[in-house]
T-cell receptor, first 113, second 115 residues
Framework: GENVEQHPSTLSVQEGDSAVIKCTYSDSASNYFPWYKQELGKRPQLIIDIRSNVGEKKDQRIAVTLNKTAKHFSLHITETQPEDSAVYFCAAWNSNSGYALNFGKGTSLLVTP | KAGVTQTPRYLIKTRGQQVTLSCSPISGHRSVSWYQQTPGQGLQFLFEYFSETQRNKGNFPGRFSGRQFSNSRSEMNVSTLELGDSALYLC??????????????FGSGTRLTVV
């Protein structure tokens, strides 16, 4: 089945710096890649997603890039703020997964003022 | 518009007991997926239901089961509880594609502690 690796597991940045979280996937048939943010004690929430026919997608301070050849995708957060502190999960889907998203194990991001 | 409602929020059970968790999806959403979240393993897929049918099952033992009702509400059951079943159980609601096209809306989860 699909295997999603996520790095780093923890990331600490200063407010205003950029943060990058990387994920790799194993199944070249994967074609949908969402990112979820989970604040402490809260539910995961979808923050951005990308499909395999697109190389990059931006939404204000966050962006996701996809390299299908290398089978990796990344989340970029610019001008980080303390409220960006959370656990971020990447995920991948392909038809072999049926109706299941395969998640990475998460990155705990801490933004210090 | 009401979100995804999971009940109860917290549960403490003893080893060997069984437990039933409930999830009410967003109105109009017919797909309900269940995930187990633990600190070391992240989010692991349990199963997905659509129109009362299980379309997908993850790699969990048969002690984990679920069902969906005609109003799209779903329940999951864990029998013969083990200490390792302690986790946050998340329900995810989506329109009809199990999260693969538009992503999920997650509930707040049920925190299960097995003692």
């Amino acid at each position: 089945g699909e295997n999603v690796e996520q790095h780093p597991s923890t990331l600490s940045v200063q407010e205003g710096d950029s943060a990058v979280i990387k994920c790799t996937y194993s199944d070249s048939a994967s074609n949908y890649f969402p990112w979820y943010k989970q604040e402490l004690g809260k539910r995961p929430q979808l923050i951005i997603d990308i499909r395999s026919n697109v190389g990059e997608k931006k939404d204000q301070r966050i962006a996701v890039t996809l390299n299908k050849t290398a089978k990796h995708f990344s989340l970029h957060i610019t001008e980080t703020q303390p409220e960006d502190s959370a656990v971020y999960f990447c995920a991948a889907w392909n038809s072999n997964s049926g109706y299941a998203l395969n998640f990475g194990k998460g990155t705990s991001l801490l933004v210090t003022p | 518009k009401a979100g995804v409602t999971q009940t109860p929020r917290y549960l403490i059970k003893t080893r060997g007991q069984q437990v039933t968790l409930s999830c009410s999806p967003i109105s109009g959403h017919r797909s309900v997926s269940w995930y187990q979240q633990t600190p070391g393993q992240g989010l692991q897929f349990l199963f997905e239901y659509f129109s009362e049918t299980q379309r997908n099952k993850g790699n969990f033992p048969g002690r984990f089961s679920g069902r969906q009702f005609s109003n799209s509400r779903s329940e999951m059951n864990v029998s013969t509880l083990e200490l390792g079943d302690s986790a946050l159980y998340l329900c995810a609601s989506s329109l009809n594609t199990g999260g693969r096209d538009y992503g999920y809306t997650f509930g707040s989860g049920t925190r299960l502690t097995v003692v």
